[in-house]
């Protein structure tokens, strides 16, 4: 079990501060975000990679996973590594049907879901590998308001519908002196299963257990709003309509210059959704996975300074034992190079957080035991 101090320490230490540098090669990926090719071929061991790779999941960790690829496959001549970004729950649907080399997903595989695997991984069975962690950012369009404070009750109150227009008095006692107007509260979710969906949950049932009465689940649980496909379509109606909330990725509301919440944790300061505020959160986390499994436990009732505590951890999915021969060495490949500190460094202009130095060293540990 690793202590939450000595994660602290590492994080706190810079060990793995995601600080892109590099050519001058910028691209943009699909959500619009600035990307640099930054990695070195000489930082890439293709170690035998070959053919074509498919994968599949989550879209929180889409932009990381474009990132990863261009630089893979730019070092890796021959080799394609194909990422169809969906959701968690269609990315472990596909792994568990045996038509992708493995899969993103923002929530470690439940029990279910381990079981089935086995029926794909001869002699062995799905497991976790944390990759990269991020803030779960909450996006508003409100005319006129440039800056709002919400705590854990106030945001499970509106998105399970209570509250209904921006000038309520909760959200108005969380802001004073900010003109608030009477306009209604617009609030999206994910119309599809997501492992981002189920991180919101577990903070809301966290942080506001008689406010948020529901079990964190893929599948959107609460009545009212409106639902959008992937990250993408819900950031990109907080930003169309006036009035609007949501919650994605932090890169998306980056890309497209969604203003985003500044939670009230019981700090002394609500703490802003920022790549370093969510490490910050992240350094509290502690393995409860068994095994070759590394699922983390997060603390999402944190009240430290500048802890941001609406955080998720993306995960890719694998086999243990009884990976494709054809398909393994390139995975085998392309994990070590996203679990490196090279993979790691090109990720901070997509608003991501680093995984502790001591967990990634464990995920680099596993993948070389996959077969």
Known sequence: MLRASALGALVVSGALVLTACGSDDNTKNDAGTPGKSTAAVSDIKCDGAKGKVLASGSSAQKNAVDLWIKNYMAACSGVEVNYKSSSSGEGIVAFNQG?????????????EAVEESKKICTGGQGIDLPMVGGPIALGFNVAGVDKLNLDATTIANIFNDKIK????????????????????IQAFHRSEDSGTTENLGKYLKAAAPEAWTYEAAKKWPAPGGQAASGSAGVASQVKAVDGAIGYFELSYASSQSIKTVDVNTGAATPVKATGENASKAIAAAKISGTGSDLALKLDYTTKSEGAYPIVLVTYEVVCDKGNKAETLPTVKSFLNYTASDAGQKVLTENGYAPIPAEINT???EVIATLS
């Open 99 to 111: 038509t992708v080399g493995f899969a993103g997903t923002d929530s470690a595989l439940k029990p």
């Open 165 to 184: 227009k921006w000038d309520d008095e909760a959200i108005k006692k969380l802001n004073p002196g900010v003109t608030l107007p009477p306009t209604a």
């Open 362 to 364: 464990k995920v680099r």
